[in-house]
């Protein structure tokens, strides 16, 4: 949801944001998840807002860790 919300708030330049290629360990429908990893990409033409919009998210992870009791960790694969 944060990741949609930023394309959201992204109205004068266009910010194009996606959440793809989940892997969820163990797949089972039977078990809660241990493990997520998931590939957030974040575009735009626009250098400064895509740095701007990747502090938002990053500002915001701590939230969310505390809300659903996870833990989560960054890793950046492209720039």
Known sequence: ??????????TDTPLHTSV?????LPNSPVVVAREVRMHVDLRSPDE?????AAKKLAESIPGIEDRASVTIEQVQTHG
């Open 1 to 10: 949801m944060a990741v949609r919300e930023l394309a959201e708030q992204s």
């Open 20 to 24: 793809s290629e989940m892997t969820v």
């Open 48 to 52: 400064a807002l895509l740095d701007a």
